[in-house]
């Protein structure tokens, strides 16, 4: 494993253990982590030297934390650092939801604590309602070792955020189709030139650059035929200077495994390199129309429980291929269909990437009724 510095002597791997898609039960509802199996996968990270495990209050729903500080119990507190974060609109009490997430994890301190997932809508909200003071003051207790926020808004909101503190690390969505066709490349030089080190979520875009679709895989095998198509990702991001931790959400022991061979190669992506890419992103570019991540940050709240990033991988299906892709929804119960939206837009406002989800549901719907 290859390791980079961080602050004060210490060293973290450059690849990082993402437990927001942990293996879940397949024979029960709901996101219920598969503890047996992602027990595997924490083991063998360890053993390979991973040293960064990061979670949040509302990875499957609350379990994701208590899964991450069982199984690190195994093995002594200096060898491994957690990340969690506080989520402003699961629980705005901070002083309650910190508790909590020591309590969960059964350790007395968070290596590395972040405010979750900012975007500009809340940006005022969370700066006023006294958390960072009070996580601040955690700091000093020794309660907290490095504070940060991971981030999801505009580069205008994310100077006023690096306005308040010295802020010790941020997290931003970093990938190369976000940074050809969205924002993720003025969030990096921002942030670089503030000297701050990046710790890096979707990489592969929540598994959308893991496959390109035959012609885009195409263009990748003929500049290096043995290797992933998702490693090609891994290592573009491992190429920017300032990237300290790249986190993955491995949710088996294939993705694990080819990570850590593809961060264990020093190879930066060269120009060559680099035309292929782009090169097949604009397919990519081409052939989306809603480039979902699959978080599921939209779901939790949903009043009528939907699987809401299932339903979009079929919208983007029909877009590309025609409506007939959508036959298989037709089997879906009814209130589980894109018609028992209600159209609350709770969803878009807990979205990373502020789709607006009611309206695709709609869209959906009409074209439901075409087929």
């Known amino acids: 494993m290859e390791y980079k510095k961080f602050k004060d002597e210490i060293k973290l791997s450059r690849l990082g253990m993402g437990n927001m898609r942990l293996p879940i039960k397949a024979d029960e509802p709901g996101q219920h982590v598969d503890y047996e199996r992602a027990k595997e996968i924490i083991d063998y990270a360890m053993e390979q030297g991973i040293n960064y495990y990061d979670t ?10 208590k899964f991450v500080g069982k199984a690190l119990s195994d093995y002594p507190r200096d060898s491994y650092y957690v990340a969690d974060k506080y989520n402003l609109q699961a629980n705005p009490d901070y002083r309650a939801q910190f508790a909590e997430q020591l309590e969960r994890l059964q350790m007395y301190y968070i290596d590395f604590y972040l405010l979750h997932g900012v975007q500009d809508y809340f940006l005022e909200e969370i700066l006023g309602n006294g958390c960072i003071p009070y996580f601040e003051q955690m700091k000093e207790e020794g309660k907290i070792r490095y504070f940060g926020f991971s981030f999801h808004g505009s580069p205008d909101a994310l100077r006023r955020m690096l306005a308040v503190r010295s802020w010790d690390f941020v997290q931003i969505q970093l990938n190369y189709y976000d940074w050809l066709y969205e924002d993720a490349k003025a969030l990096y030089e921002i942030l670089e030139e503030a000297g701050i080190p990046v710790m890096v979520m979707e990489p592969v875009h929540g598994g959308m650059l893991a496959d390109l679709g035959e012609k885009g895989n195409a263009i990748l095998k003929e500049g290096a035929p043995d290797s992933s198509i998702a490693s090609w990702a891994v290592r573009w991001v491992k190429s920017l200077k300032n990237v300290q931790v790249i986190l993955s959400g491995m949710s088996d022991m294939t993705q694990l495994k080819d990570n850590i061979a593809t961060v264990s190669e020093t190879e930066d992506i060269n120009s060559e390199e680099q035309k292929l890419i782009e090169k097949a992103c604009a397919l990519v570019r081409k052939n989306t129309s809603v480039p979902c ?16 990033p299932y339903l ?9 291929d025609g409506i007939w892709r ?3 929804l037709k089997g879906l119960p009814k209130e589980k269909q894109p018609s028992a939206c209600v159209g609350c837009g709770s969803c878009a406002k807990h979205c990373p990437q502020s789709f607006q989800i009611p309206a695709y549901m709609k869209e959906l719907e009409k074209m439901l009724e075409e087929l």
């Open 56 to 65: 949040a209050y509302i990875y499957h729903n609350g379990e994701s934390e």
């Open 312 to 320: 979009l991988s079929f919208y983007n299906a029909a877009k590309l």
């Open 293 to 308: 991540t699959k978080c599921r940050y939209c779901c939790p709240d949903c009043p009528v429980g939907l699987d809401i």
């Open 326 to 328: 959508l036959n298989n």
